[in-house]
């Protein structure tokens, strides 16, 4: 396994720790590679009662690493190969949605862009009282890609989920407990260990009993996800290249280095 990744398994509860520290946890191409694989075998592994996704470092992602973006940047990549870039966080978002077991995120810090997306498609989310999601996708002139758009819908609802992925609202502690994108707010620092708490009442419960409800929970709230967001992939390889995502981005990145 990718040493992007560190994984431990202990009484049917599997931790995967993002272990980017040094870029804030930054979805490298290969990282996002990673966490599909680890996702695919927590799915077919028997024994697997519930998955804890974390972090190492003081924040949980800050999203797509720029560098891998500027990769797809003008005339670099050709729209087949951009198409596949910008499908590789839809297919990792996807597996992790597809665990059978329960799924939590353990939030500390920066939530941005990928990681928020990623938060999203598990099926709680913890966070310490200072964390924040932040959704800069459109100010960067990209549409909200990686299947994220139906699921904020679903826990946010139409208005909500416009205010978080239009206009760009960051959303910390009660807040987001308040909009629905988390279920337990906790002191900083404690994430993780209400996480593990969180399993552990799923590891007491009956297996099938718990997996059968998660699937037709699932059936029922993504009905019509993939009606929804079935064309993103391509919308944003084509967002990509375009002139206004490009002068958007640049700004950003100079933003960022002079900071």
Sequence with gaps: MSE?????????????????????????????????????????????????LCAAGPHFSAGMDLAEVQKSDGIKLSLAERRTL????????????DIPAMTICAIEGHCIGGG??????????????????????????????WGALPRLVSLLGPARAKRFIILGERLQGQQALDFGLAEYLVPDGQAEAEALKLAQRVVELPEVAVAMSKQAVNASANALSHLASHMVSDQ?????????????????????RGQ
């Design 116 to 145: 928020a997306a990623l938060a999203a498609a598990l099926d709680w989310r913890v966070m310490g009282g200072s964390a924040w999601f932040w959704l800069p996708e459109i100010a960067l002139g990209l549409p909200l890609g």
């Design 236 to 256: 944003l390889a084509l967002a990509l290249a375009s002139e206004e995502a490009l002068a958007a981005r640049a700004r950003f990145v100079t933003s960022k």
């Design 86 to 97: 910008a499908a590789l966080g839809e297919r990792m978002c996807q597996a992790w949605q």
């Design 4 to 52: 992007l990744l560190e994984i431990q398994a202990k009484g049917g509860v599997w931790s995967v720790r993002l272990n980017r520290p040094q870029t804030r946890n930054a979805f490298s191409l290969e990282l996002m590679r990673s966490l599909t694989q680890t996702a695919q075998q927590l799915r077919d592994e028997p024994g697997v009662r519930a998955v804890i």
